[in-house]
């Protein structure tokens, strides 16, 4: 039996009483490290030489040409790695890829060195709410380990023990729809579903668009904390168009042009491991934000 990567070693904010770890599988094996390699010496994740065209356009919609993108493993720490840019650059076209629910038109996806097989699975966190409405909130989360062949008990267990560590203990039986679970109780149901079969890669594709500003902010402190007391060293990629949530997030940016797709600028976020609201407010962090923002203009103005 495996630690989950994202157990606490602390409480999470305004989450008292709730469980300081939780226990599971292991994740699909093409989230793992090979065995016997040297993290340093293994990618996690190799684009290479990846062509999108779309036919239906006149002309044809070119969104990548010949295009590489290499995301390092680093040892002994996570990562949270961000895609900005213009709509329609393939950001979000990007994630698809890694997680397999697209293909290119031609190139290659590999996962630690080895080429993406149907049998990788990578969640993924969309903005829209991807929860089943006729199912319970326990229900939801345990599904992805049912679906693994865990036991239907054992799977309840496990999905509890996350439930609790996302702070939705005592909504565990409720229907996972709108209004009965607000915006980010439902995003919360989401990141649980995608957590408790311990990726080494999780996906986010915008997951904190449709929700308000003061519930946004909640949740990028609550996703923080997840991320910084995780056991291992997972990586985060994540999509946004907001340049504050980025910075607050992040420990790479990577920035696309268009027309086809190119990273146009990798901005590394130098500020505490350690993230809350206060770090907002600070000279660093502003300044990061204005950077950010002034290289999103430049590629506007092109």
Not at 235 to 263: K, R
Request: proline share 5%; charged share 25%.
């Amino acid at each position: 039996m495996k630690k989950n990567i994202f157990q606490k070693e602390e409480e999470l904010p305004e989450l008292a009483d709730q469980a300081d770890s939780v226990t599971g599988e292991t994740g699909n094996s093409a989230q793992q490290r090979p065995v016997g390699t040297d993290s340093s010496g293994v990618d996690i994740i190799n684009l290479r030489g990846i062509n999108q065209v779309y036919l239906e356009t006149n002309p044809p919609n070119v969104v990548f040409k010949d295009f590489d993108l290499d995301i390092k493993d680093l040892p002994k720490q996570g990562q949270f790695i961000t895609l900005m840019g213009k709509s329609g650059c393939g950001k979000s076209t990007l994630l698809r890829y890694i997680s397999g629910l697209q293909e290119p038109t031609s190139g290659d996806v590999f996962i630690y060195g080895k080429k993406r097989s149907d049998k990788d699975r990578i969640p993924m966190v969309f903005q829209q709410y991807t929860s089943f409405e006729w199912k319970t909130v326990l229900d939801n989360v345990a599904l992805p380990l049912i679906i693994q062949g865990v036991p239907k008990n054992e799977a309840r267990e496990k999905a509890m023990e996350m439930i609790k560590i996302v702070g939705l203990e005592g909504h565990e039986k409720k229907w996972a729809k709108y209004p009965v679970l607000s915006g980010g109780q439902l995003q919360r149901v989401a990141i649980a579903r995608n957590l408790v079969v311990n990726p080494q890669i999780l996906l986010m594709d915008e997951p904190f668009g449709a929700l308000d500003t003061i519930t946004r902010k909640q949740m990028q402190i609550f996703l923080r904390t997840i991320f910084e007391n995780a056991k291992l060293d997972p990586t985060v990629i994540f999509v946004t168009h907001s340049e504050s949530e980025a910075v607050f997030l992040s420990t790479d940016i990577y920035i696309l042009g268009s027309t086809p797709a190119t990273v146009k600028h990798h901005l590394q976020i130098n500020l505490p491991g350690k993230r809350d609201n206060s770090l907002r407010y600070t000279t660093a962090f502003t300044e990061y934000v204005n950077k950010l923002g002034t290289m999103l203009e430049e590629l506007k103005n092109k």
